[in-house]
């Protein structure tokens, strides 16, 4: 067992430098994981063996001072995640509490023979789990003025009866569409006619199968705006592709609904030398061609940002990412907000609402964003335009805002976001 778990060790540590020029290797903590896992084979093996000679103490000794720790860490090493902490500490305890029973059995004390292994994983345990409460709170000290400034500014907003009334309002509207913050959302393939379907063909534009040339050649033939629900996207590229057109896409619907809605964009400002930007509402910026040239409108998000949240936070699930195309609409009052989210909704031969997150509710706590508010839809665009560009299925993200938060996010304060999360590492 020991030699596997070394053997996983060096694999783990191998496959982290060169697995970006070889995509074959598995991921590195899945490594580091087998080698665990084989331990535990070896492990159970050997109290197997021990029991069919009849030396029982041998046989609990393989199962629980080595198949039993290694089990627990081989689990928790699977995921990559902080689980492998909370994994080692487990492990490790086991390890010396385990040698201590065994100490008290024969010699009828617990420190007569101790586990250095064990010992040496707790110390470890307790080192990262410091370090990582230390990086925690200086991280979370680092915003305590943002979240103080957005906290004040949202018990002005709702200081008055009126207010708190288009608040409740809002929750209602959130309440009766039913899409809130735990609706199932991911991005997803197209389903494949080879898969099959099942029943009547239920959905908008689902007549026939469509496909490349190519693809039809190679047997791939798809159903236009069917999710195939046990097939999440996996490649960066795909998104990052889809993401490029849905972000045409979307912009055009964005233009509209803001119309509808007393929407705002920012504008770049005309002086050259001027570092804020003009908010003005999308009736004015429609009629002055020049001013349509200085909207401010969202780019796709950073790969290195994407990747960061990858490794961070989704364990490398691809079709967790769903803001690769964000964009937002900025409001005046919280009335105008909520008939921009109505307005989206009934959208239906456009977009598809997935689901909504509505951070503009008293029952939002708001040290999850440190004190900043919206209303954060994910879409999709589902127009003719994306079917036949092949985008329908892609998860876009549309934030609505008030500008007073969205003042509030200066690029300072952004920095300290970066720097916050980052020692957080999410």
Not at 90 to 95: A, E, N, R
Request: proline share 3%; net charge positive.
């Amino acid at each position: 067992p020991h030699m596997t778990v070394v053997a996983g060790a060096f694999g783990y540590v191998f496959s982290g430098l060169v697995r970006s020029s070889s995509r074959w290797l598995p991921p590195s903590h899945l490594i580091l994981a087998s080698g665990y896992g084989i331990g535990v084979l070896f492990s159970t093996a050997a109290a197997v063996e021990a029991a069919s000679y009849g030396a029982f103490h041998l046989a609990w000794e393989a199962a629980w001072f080595r198949a039993v720790p290694l089990f627990v860490i081989a689990a928790t090493s699977a995921r990559q995640s902080p689980m492998f902490i909370y994994g080692l500490w487990l492990c490790s305890l086991l390890d010396v509490f385990i040698w201590a029973g065994l100490s008290s059995w024969y010699y009828h004390t617990p420190v007569k023979t101790v586990s250095t292994t064990g010992l040496l994983g707790v110390l470890l345990s307790a080192l990262i789990t410091g370090f990582r409460r230390r990086a925690l709170k200086k991280s979370n000290k680092m915003m305590e003025k943002d979240q103080a400034q957005y906290d004040m500014l949202w018990a002005s907003l709702t200081a008055s009866d009126d207010a708190k009334a288009c608040i409740y309002h809002l929750d209602k509207v959130v309440l009766m569409i039913g899409l809130d913050n735990s609706s199932y959302c991911f991005q997803h393939n197209r389903l494949r006619v080879q898969e099959g379907v099942s029943g009547s063909h239920n959905t908008m534009r689902l007549t026939k199968p469509s496909g490349s040339p190519l693809l039809l050649e190679l047997g791939f033939e798809f159903w236009p705006g069917r999710a195939d629900r046990m097939s999440r996207v996996d490649s960066l590229s795909q998104l990052y592709a889809a993401a490029a057109v849905a972000n045409i896409l979307i912009v055009e619907r964005l233009k509209i609904w803001a119309s509808k809605s007393n929407g705002i964009f920012k504008v770049a400002p005309l002086d050259p030398e001027g570092r804020e930007p003009e908010y003005v509402k999308w009736q004015d910026i429609d009629n002055d061609p020049s001013m349509r040239e200085r909207v401010l409108w969202a780019a796709v998000k950073r790969h290195g940002r994407a990747i960061e949240k990858l490794l961070r936070s989704y364990q490398q699930e691809h079709g967790r990412l769903l803001d690769i195309s964000r964009n937002n609409i900025i409001f005046n009052d919280i009335s105008d907000l909520t008939n921009c989210l109505g307005i989206i909704v009934t959208d239906s031969e456009n977009v598809r609402v997935e689901r909504i997150k509505n951070r503009m509710s008293f029952k939002y706590d708001s040290n999850e964003t440190h004190g900043y508010r919206d209303v954060c839809i994910n879409l999709s665009v589902v127009n003719a335009e994306s079917f036949a560009l092949g985008t329908e299925l892609h998860q876009c993200e549309i934030q609505l805002v008030l500008q007073e938060f969205d003042k509030l996010r200066t690029n300072e304060g952004h920095k300290r976001y970066v720097a916050w999360r980052n020692m957080k590492g999410v």
